[in-house]
């Protein structure tokens, strides 16, 4: 914990952008170490995959667009401090109210918490309780979360994508390309990076793991083949056509399983009657479930990542022009 | 004993409050939105801390175990994690777009340019 708070404290200070970037990842590094020791597995997976993996990457595409060093001065630094440290000691006077932390007797754990534990092994019959909560329970909220994903990537494409106004980007070399253990190892991983995601996918009943977890491990081995084999390339094995239809594809997925149900005289993503027996009527909802959301997510991520990776050129010609005529 | 009881708290707090502090102090957006990703990652530990049960163990049922911490907050902060990351890039490539529109991502020149194309307008 302490190294989490040294970590935030050199991020608040240090100029350095490249370097802020890297004290990020190793911030999501140390959370999910810290929600490994809270018992919390499947979120540590995620964290580990996204925050120290996808967004670091994301970040340092954007600085190489935006500039590496930030602007020395800071706004009124001292009023901002004072608003930090008020805020912050009025929320130091609000814990005194918090339970102690880890009680069994605290609010947060005397109302549904016991009962999914109780119960879902008997109503879903699967040892996740994530996973049952995530996709059966609560099938709903997930159902929106993976809308919110869908609509960031429309959002993005929006912005990146559909904006450019010249087709053509020369071909630039790769910049890993050069490397050759680099180049060779990676090689070597990619492929079980991939069936590892695929392990993760459909073994999240019973592990740590699901679609959520599935989709960014899956999305970083395509994002490494773009880091070494380069972006055009990328887009030569990976048709973007298809990866968009995937995004939606996945959304579709999820809904219509919902509606599926519905047919069958449930409610609204109630599994139970997908099959004869309600068991397998819940196994049958949470895999097909977990698959659009891996779907969605790895393509998410995927498009993601090469829309801005592919804006990397654009950006950078036209701010040297802009400066060569200003 | 009652410090250690609220520590976990404490450090949420500080964490958050040097998130807020990065969002507040400095004029670059990417440092903006990177103050705003450690708030978040404030609130998920916040999140994790109220669902952890001492002498528990993780939320995968086995015959040994009893006591398991809450999956409610888990399954959560799993799903909005992934959610912040997909919303961070929305603000990455907000970013991209303001720097090829006005050259840089520093907030007061942003401004000192709207400025000015207003008194040019007039």
Redesign the interface.
């Known amino acids: ?2 190294f ?2 040294i970590t ?2 050199s ?2 200070f240090t100029k350095d ?1 490249f370097a ?2 890297m004290l ?1 990842g190793i ?2 590094l140390l ?1 999910a170490a ?2 490994v020791l ?6 540590a997976f ?2 580990a995959a ?2 120290a993996g ?2 670091t990457i ?2 340092v595409t ?2 190489t ?3 590496r060093y ?2 020395r ?5 001292v009023i ?2 004072s ?3 008020v ?2 000691v009025m ?2 006077i609000g ?2 109210d ?1 339970p ?5 007797m ?1 609010p ?2 005397v109302h ?2 016991p009962y ?2 109780m119960q ?2 008997e109503d879903i019959d699967i ?4 996973t049952s ?2 996709a059966s329970y ?1 099938g709903f ?2 159902f929106g ?1 993976v809308v ?2 869908f609509t ?2 429309i ?2 494409l929006a ?2 994508e559909f ?1 450019r106004k010249d087709n053509q980007v020369g071909e630039r070399p790769a910049p890993m390309f050069q490397h050759k253990i680099l180049r060779i190892v990676s090689k070597i991983l990619i492929p079980p990076i991939m069936l590892f995601a695929l392990y993760v996918q459909f073994h999240g009943e ?3 793991g ?1 679609g ?1 977890q599935a ?2 491990i899956f999305a970083s081995s395509i994002i490494l083949y773009a880091m070494l084999f380069g972006i055009e390339q990328t887009r030569k094995a990976v048709s973007m056509p298809v990866v968009k239809i995937l995004a939606a594809l996945g959304v579709l997925i999820y809904g219509s399983v919902g509606i599926v149900s519905m047919l069958n005289g449930g409610n609204y993503l109630n599994y139970s009657v997908l099959a004869e027996n309600d068991i397998t009527g819940q196994h049958v909802g949470i895999i097909i479930i977990e698959l659009g959301v891996g779907i969605t ?1 790895a393509t ?2 995927i498009l ?1 990542f090469l ?2 990776a592919r ?1 990397i050129g654009k ?1 950078n010609s ?2 040297s022009t ?2 060569g005529t200003a | 004993m009652s410090f ?8 949420v ?10 969002v ?8 903006k ?2 103050g705003l ?2 708030f978040q ?1 404030s609130v ?2 916040l999140y ?7 002498g ?7 015959d040994r175990y009893t ?24 603000g ?6 303001i ?2 529109a006005y ?7 942003i401004q000192e340019k709207d400025l000015q194309q207003e008194g040019s307008a007039e």
């Open positions: 914990m302490a989490l708070a935030a404290l991020l608040a952008l802020s970037v990020t911030y999501s959370s810290f929600f809270m018992d919390a597995v499947d979120v995620t964290e996204v925050g996808i967004s994301l970040m954007t600085l667009m935006t500039g930030e602007n001065k800071l706004h009124h630094p901002a401090l608003v930090v440290v805020t912050g929320l130091v814990t005194m918090m102690a932390f880890g009680s069994d605290a947060a754990q549904v918490g999914y534990i879902s092994g040892p996740n309780v994530v909560v995530l609560r909220d997930t979360e919110v994903v960031a990537v959002g993005v912005l990146l904006s019973y592990g740590p699901g959520f989709g960014v997510v998410a991520m993601i829309t801005f804006r950006t036209n701010s802009k400066e | 250690l009881e609220q520590y976990n708290y404490w450090i707090i500080f964490l958050m409050m040097s998130g807020f502090y990065i507040i102090a400095h004029g670059n957006l990417i440092k939105l990177m990703t450690i990652t998920f530990i994790i801390s109220i669902s952890k049960v001492i528990g163990t993780a939320p995968i049922l086995d006591i398991y911490s809450n999956p409610l907050p888990h399954v959560l902060i799993l799903t909005a994690i992934v959610v912040g990351v997909a919303t961070t890039a929305l990455l490539a907000l970013a991209v777009r720097k090829e050259g840089t991502v520093e907030e007061d020149v």
